[in-house]
């Protein structure tokens, strides 16, 4: 018996081809540049300062698509607001998990 290729993943290439980025930018994940020496702190800031950028950008989509933009779709502003709830939730988890390392680290005897 032969498997021919997953026809949902063929269908999900051809959606791919559809999609155009508007306001998005075809790169939502970003690579942290030259982390050999930064500050743990540093390198912080920089993490919440891109949630904070996909917030924004979600925010502005969704005013934009509210007033009328037409050069602004439906698609873009809920793909843009689910790639900052994802940010969001994910900073949610770091911070939850430095809290109980701290926490961890706080309780053990000297």
Known sequence: M???GNPL???LQALKGEITPNA???????????TSGA???QLLTQAIGQVSELQSTSANLATRLEMGDTS???SDTVIAREKA?????????????LVEA?????????
Request: proline share 4%; charged share 20%.
């Open 85 to 97: 709830s994802v940010a969001f939730d994910a900073t949610i988890q770091v911070r939850n998990k």
């Open 102 to 110: 701290y926490k961890e680290i706080m309780s053990m005897p000297v």
């Open 39 to 41: 500050d743990f702190s």
């Open 72 to 74: 602004v779709t439906l």
């Open 2 to 4: 032969q498997i021919n």
């Open 24 to 34: 998005i930018s075809s790169s939502p994940l970003r690579q942290v540049n030259n």
């Open 9 to 11: 993943l063929q269908e």
